[in-house]
């Protein structure tokens, strides 16, 4: 059984992805009442969408500095910060380029936040929950999609400000998170590593699991004084080259299946496939219930039969719904709901595989002199590519058309499953200071 400290801090730092995920999903509800009130073009309509990824991709490349040098704690008061100023400035926003760099902000603390908090909880939980724990952050991550979505049904008819206050509502949650922070340890792993505060680190790791404390301070003690016999290697040096390739590839797959096109342009799908606005709305809603209801149940798998199973499983899931969407798409074959089923089932397998997995293996697979880095490399590689996504979708549906896009996404799923049959490790199961032995021995 999880120690309750641990839950109750793994629950704490997961609300910055509650955070994350009702940032990412909000705009969905916004962006044709903000189209229209400031005449934007395609062009301009995609990049206002896309601003806020943009602002993770640099806070997602930089959260790994103040994350190793300000240690997890401080990094994730000021993300909640982030969070808190954004809400507030999108909402009251009168100018499109004041409205952008408050988007912004908000994206930098969404790009932090999938550094800093999945290396919290990995850093603070047990191996035998450590699945199960991580995996609360993509819990809340999805939680908040949710709402964002019901959010915004909720308001979409109480005036021509209604955006606004679909924006507006993040702040409540921001300020709670930041009081929140504030009463949670720092990573005892951080404190050995970066501030030799051994008590200190003693102190937390006997409150984590009184019977192993003395046992995990040493194999950590033990772990450093290895890596500082031998020549100190940069994050892109020979002796990480696997775990690199890893993250880089997962994240890469984690967005060419075509999720965050799916979830910031939900609405607009759906009313190509047939349904009215208010339908599309409330299916959108749909979308964020069945995303949190199936990584629920990745919970509880992902720590009894591994991170691989549930890949393979969700790979072969993805690569059957987003063939079937592209064919309904190419043949007109929308029959009412045809559509919306399919991407509920897609969003099922999505959120069992590589939405419950992404977090929880990137933040594993690197040892702990380089983890800060390459959990920053992970999640700048994923943002990246969801920046990317997000502004070109709808260039490219009105050039090419749904039925090409879906059947792209299709044809990297089938790649992704063979990324996972030859060489994805098991990683469940192993104490971050043996990780490195399991990941290289794959």
């Known amino acids: 059984m999880t120690n309750r400290n641990v839950l109750y801090w793994s629950f704490v730092v997961a609300l910055g992805g509650f955070l994350f995920g009702f940032d990412t999903a909000v705009i969905s509800g916004a962006e044709r009442a903000i189209q229209q009130l400031w005449h934007?073009?395609?062009?301009?309509?995609?990049?206002t969408v896309s601003?806020?990824?943009?602002?993770?991709?640099i806070g997602s490349m930089l959260g790994g500095i103040p994350a190793d040098r300000l240690g997890r704690r401080a990094t994730l008061f000021g993300i909640a910060v982030c969070y808190l100023v954004s809400a507030l400035g999108s909402a009251l926003a009168h100018d499109w380029w004041l409205f952008l760099a408050f988007r912004f902000?908000?994206?930098?603390?969404?790009?932090?936040?999938?550094?800093?908090?999945?290396?919290?909880?990995?850093?603070?939980?047990?191996?035998?929950?450590?699945?199960?724990?991580?995996?609360?952050f993509q819990i809340n991550v999805v939680a908040g999609i949710l709402i964002a979505y019901l959010s915004n049904y909720l308001l979409q008819g109480i005036g021509d400000n209604s955006w606004r206050w679909m924006l507006g509502v993040q702040a409540a949650p921001s300020l709670l998170f930041m009081l929140a922070v504030l009463r949670i340890p720092e990573s005892p792993r951080w404190l050995v590593l970066k501030r030799g505060d051994q008590a200190t680190a003693l102190q937390t790791l006997k409150?984590?699991?009184?019977?192993?404390?003395?046992?995990?301070?040493?194999?950590?003690?033990?772990?450093?004084?290895?890596?500082?016999?031998?020549?100190?290697a940069a994050l892109f040096s020979k002796a990480y080259r696997f775990p690199v390739m890893l993250a880089v590839l997962f994240a890469v797959f984690n967005q060419v299946s075509g999720i965050n096109a799916i979830i910031y342009y939900a609405p607009r799908i759906f009313e190509m496939a047939g349904l009215g606005t208010s339908s599309a709305l409330l299916s959108s809603a749909g979308i964020g219930l069945i995303n949190f209801l199936f990584t629920i149940l990745a919970l509880n798998f992902i720590d009894r039969f591994g991170r691989r199973a549930l890949m393979l499983v969700g790979s072969a899931g993805l690569v059957l719904t987003l063939g079937l969407v592209a064919r309904a798409f190419y043949v007109q074959d929308f029959g009412g709901i045809t559509v919306p089923l399919l991407l509920f089932v897609y969003i099922a397998f999505f959120a069992f595989s590589q939405g419950a997995v992404i977090w929880v293996f990137i933040s594993e697979i690197f040892p702990n002199e380089v983890r800060a880095s390459g959990q920053a490399l992970g999640s700048f590689t994923h943002w990246i590519m969801a920046a990317l996504v997000a502004a070109t979708f709808p260039i490219l549906t009105e050039r090419f058309g749904p039925a090409t896009l879906f059947a792209f996404f299709c044809a990297m799923m089938v790649l992704q499953g063979l990324f996972v049959w030859r060489l994805m490790p098991e990683t469940k199961g192993t104490s971050l200071e043996n990780m490195d032995t399991t990941v290289l021995a794959h």
């Open 105 to 136: 902000l908000g994206g930098l603390g969404v790009g932090a936040s999938s550094v800093a908090a999945p290396l919290y909880i990995t850093e603070v939980s047990p191996a035998a929950s450590r699945g199960r724990m991580v995996a609360m």
């Open 40 to 47: 934007l073009t395609a062009t301009e309509h995609g990049f």
């Open 207 to 232: 409150l984590i699991d009184p019977a192993t404390a003395d046992d995990i301070l040493a194999a950590i003690n033990e772990s450093s004084r290895q890596t500082s016999a031998r020549p100190r």
């Open 51 to 57: 601003i806020a990824l943009i602002g993770t991709v």
